[in-house]
């Protein structure tokens, strides 16, 4: 097990290639311990890490650690220790669902009589208790995608790589999934590398994120440090005369745009945000919300990449 | 939905890997094969030609000068009988065999064997091993329960009869042709992806190179044969037991030679296949 | 004026299972969502839109015209599937301008539109690459350039963004939107509703093959009337604040956060609610406030029961 100090991952002057392909081109990093989102566009880098974390790809130089594990020297004991959720369907044809995670348990090196018991446990965890004498072939998106979670936890591992693990279900489902995944990361301290396009789901489970664009590392560290705050920048919005309330602010020294529907002012100076209640008031609008202005994790991302 | 109850427990050891990583593999692979019924009949039917070759072997030791005129020499009898159940181990491994490896191209189980700490091999060890030990016992097990027969019958004919060494040639035949069988249905799933397209390509590589050796018109007959998986087994059979019948036209180490080439193909085709799944 | 797209007592069943049961709707110029769950009828509404399937019951029209068995209405139709189509061996531009020739197009001007809409779904840098070799996302785009490359006029796209990495699903997004503006109908259906809720306040929220609710997200969330507001206000002084919420009548309930800035309130009126607090903001020293369940995933929350 890792202690708090020991980064989760730690890639040191990482360069992975095909052939004359340079997939990651000397790429240092390193994550801290936690639940870490890894963000990128396809084909730029991403999927060549997550193989080189599984220890499928030997890198052509520099150093990568997992868990303090070399994948490039023991694989097999790496993917002792971390459980993979693919983006595609993957089951055993003709076993049901406890069958298939038993399974799953007995292949990571649990004795099968364990395994059955860790089956269980985890298809009740998942939400899938209802359902575990069935068929996997008939079960829905949402549930298969619980089974693949159930398999990758079976053996107890202590890091999870998802692949898109809300893709296909529905906002009820991918809720469900995301609160499981929190649920996982914070009380149950299983780290987390979540590679997913879906920006909003690292925002909501992980604590920091890792972004590759072409073979290197674009950005990197912790969410709230990455995603700043503008000091006196707020999101407002507004109903009634709008415009005679931003003629009114600019007339007080602050600053006010409206993106579609939602104004991002700066206050004058010396105020503070309360004031603009008070403006709303003499200038005939109505504040229905107020909000610091903060860069999404999309800014940062975008910013980023464009680099 | 709230939050889920917590069921799930943190084991806090790393779970040491207990014998074999293949084990597993092999188990589900046991498990997949006998779970269909037609199987079982099969298996039950492999062991039929014994109800014949039974009271064959008793006359024969029994009354030798009237049978020896009409049959071969006892060991080559032995060797026709390999050939025979090597015919069930055929179908078996044709019924079973393919879909071992298909199915999990389709339903991307690959995916789930490949994230565990087990490698490419252990997968191809375990379903391989289980195939080939099945095969074993539909191609050996009978012809050496008639070689106990023989011997208890006429124990001390052992060496005259040239008995003495025919547990080993069906020893070696069998394992040849178990395995080969295996890996070739292995191969014949992973190319096809699909269980009875691929049982289709493997009856189809055993009959039609035969059939074309035997029917073709002379110029073409040369390469049919050397790709007559089945012409090879029986030369080496020859070989091993001495007979039955004619000598083969292809000595028996060019036979094993293209044996050697076309299993390597098949070997290489599968562990092909395998390489090109991607786990991410 | 004829909407671009009405559904008139429309249903749909294949077998006993129903698609969608008696819809009645119409769709004006711009960005619609339509949202469901799973199973809810949303891919027999786009077939039916896309006249690929016809109604077992009632009419589907787009601009006035029945969908089903007219080629000529199809014309103006556009449709991005879900699933993937079959082009392995042609380029992408080839296969756009092979679809544009079917639709009665000279070779020169198809390939020209071809050409135009791959640039706009920012595929031009691999247009001439086998389409087989494509990513998950070029494969998305490239169902997005088919169904654009011909200008029509009512568009149906069936989860646009998948596959798409955080920079083309802005692209895509901000493609939907201008086709909104250009006086286009767009039909996106989508799972991911803060994307939904980028493209437009519209929507239609069906289940189990019924309209659950139809309009701007605003009104359709102010009908929710056994959903009360939720408030939350940050502010200096609290409980000053808490004191002057709790006499309005309309407001239901009010919550303390623990540690002692925020107050979450719930109301029958919110803009009673916020006329209050715009009252009493200054003096309280109120410097955030919003409400929590206003967006599209409250809305859809709310009226589809799990």
């Not at chain 1, 009589?113 to 446990?121: N, Q």
Request: with cysteine.
């Amino acid at each position: 097990m890792t202690n708090a100090d020991s980064p989760l991952l730690h890639l040191e002057d990482l360069t992975v290639a095909y052939g004359p392909l340079v997939a990651l081109d000397g790429i240092s990093a390193r994550v801290a311990p936690g639940a870490v989102g890894l963000l990128g566009p396809n084909g730029a880098g991403k999927t060549t890490l997550l193989r080189t974390l599984l220890g499928f790809v030997r890198p052509r130089s520099g150093r990568v650690s997992v868990l303090g594990l070399d994948p490039a020297q023991d694989p097999l004991a790496v993917r002792r220790r971390l459980g993979y959720m693919p983006e595609a369907d993957a089951y055993i044809a003709g076993l049901h669902a406890s069958g298939f995670v038993a399974y799953a348990g007995e292949l990571a090196g649990l004795d099968p009589s364990e395994a059955t018991s860790r089956a269980h446990e985890v298809l009740d965890y998942v939400g899938l208790g209802e359902a575990r004498y069935r068929a996997v072939e008939g079960f829905s998106t949402g549930m298969r995608q619980r089974v693949k979670l159930a398999q990758a936890l079976v053996h107890d591992p202590d890091l999870l790589l998802l692949d898109e693990p809300t893709s296909g279900l529905d906002p009820a489902g991918r809720d469900e999934m995301l609160d499981l995944l929190q649920d996982i990361a914070a009380r149950l301290s299983v780290h987390l590398v979540l590679s997913t396009h879906l920006l909003p789901d690292v925002e909501r489970v992980c604590d920091s994120v890792l972004v590759v664009d072409e073979g290197r590392v674009k950005a990197q560290g912790p969410l709230a440090e990455l995603v700043t705050q503008r000091r006196s920048a707020y999101d407002v919005s507004v109903r009634g005369d709008i415009g005679a309330f931003l003629t009114d602010l600019h007339d007080e020294g602050g600053e006010g745009r409206d993106h579609d529907g939602v104004l991002r002012v700066v206050l004058p100076e010396g105020w503070g945000p309360e004031r603009l209640f008070t403006l709303a008031k003499s200038s005939g609008a109505l504040v229905r919300s107020l909000r610091p202005a903060v860069e999404t994790l999309e800014d940062v991302f975008l910013r980023a990449v464009e680099k | 939905m709230p939050i889920h109850n917590q069921g799930y427990r943190r084991r806090g050891a790393v779970p040491a890997v207990s014998g074999f990583r293949a084990a597993p593999i092999a188990r589900l692979a046991f498990k997949q094969i006998v779970m269909r019924r037609l199987l079982i009949v099969l298996l039950a039917l492999s062991f039929a030609p014994m109800l014949l070759e039974a009271p064959l072997l008793y006359g024969y030791i029994r009354y030798p000068e009237v049978v020896a005129t009409v049959l071969w020499p006892l060991p080559q009898l032995f060797g026709a009988g390999v050939i025979v159940q090597a015919f069930f181990a055929a179908l078996v491994t044709v019924w079973a065999g393919t879909s071992l490896v298909a199915d999990d191209f389709c339903t991307g189980a690959l995916l789930v064997y490949l994230a565990r700490p087990l490698t490419r091999l252990d997968y191809v060890a375990g379903k391989l091993g289980v195939l080939v030990v099945l095969n074993l016992v539909v191609t050996a097990l009978p012809m050496l329960l008639m070689w106990v027969l023989a011997v208890g019958l006429a124990p001390q004919d052992l060496r005259a009869r040239g008995l003495a060494f025919v547990p080993l040639a069906i020893g070696a035949l069998s394992l040849l042709t178990s395995f080969g069988l295996a890996l070739l249905a292995l191969a014949a799933g992973a190319v096809t992806r699909n269980g009875t397209v691929g049982s289709a390509l493997l009856v189809g590589m055993l009959v039609f190179f035969e059939a074309g050796a035997r029917l073709a018109p002379s110029g073409a007959r040369l390469p049919l044969q050397i790709l007559s998986a089945a012409r090879h087994v029986v030369s080496v059979e020859h070989a091993l037991f001495g007979g039955p019948g004619d000598p083969p036209l292809i000595h028996w180490s060019a036979a094993l030679l293209c044996l050697g080439l076309i299993l390597g193909g098949a070997g290489t085709l599968l562990w092909r296949r395998l390489k090109a799944v991607e786990v991410v | 004026m004829t909407p671009a797209l009405e559904f008139e007592g429309a249903s749909r069943w294949y077998g006993p299972v129903i698609g969608i049961n008696d819809v009645s709707l119409k769709v004006a110029p711009g960005v619609v969502g339509l949202l469901g769950p799973n199973g809810a009828g949303k891919s027999t509404f786009l077939r039916l839109a896309a006249g690929q399937i016809a109604p077992n019951r009632g009419r589907v029209l787009a601009f006035g015209t029945p969908t089903w068995g007219s080629s000529a209405i199809l014309q103006r139709i556009g449709l991005s599937p879900e699933t993937d189509g079959l082009w392995a061996r042609q380029s992408g531009r080839d296969v756009v301008t092979s679809l544009l020739r079917l639709n009665g197009l000279e070779y020169e001007p198809a390939r020209e539109r071809a050409t135009a809409a791959l640039a706009r779904v920012r595929l031009a840098d691999v247009q001439d690459r086998r389409a087989g070799g494509y990513s998950k996302g070029m494969r998305q785009r490239l169902k997005l350039a088919q169904a654009i490359a011909h200008d029509p006029d009512l568009l149906l796209f069936d989860e646009p963004l998948n596959g798409l990495d955080p920079v083309n699903r802005r692209h895509v997004i901000e493609l939907v939107k201008t086709l909104g503006r250009e006086g286009k109908t767009v039909v996106v259906s989508s799972h991911v509703l803060h994307e939904v809720e980028a493209m437009t306040r519209r929507i239609v929220l069906i289940n189990k093959g019924r309209v659950l609710a139809e309009g701007e997200v605003a009104e359709v969330r102010a009908l929710l009337d056994a959903h009360p507001h939720t408030v939350a206000v940050r502010a200096r002084d609290v409980r000053g604040l808490a004191r002057e919420l709790v006499a309005l009548p309309h407001v239901r309930s009010v919550n303390f956060g623990t540690d002692g800035q925020w107050v979450t309130a719930q109301t029958a009126e919110p803009d009673a609610f916020y006329a209050a607090v715009q009252e009493h903001g200054d003096g309280c020293g109120v410097t955030e406030m919003y409400a929590t369940d206003d967006d599209l995933e409250s809305v859809f929350r709310y009226l589809v029961p799990r």
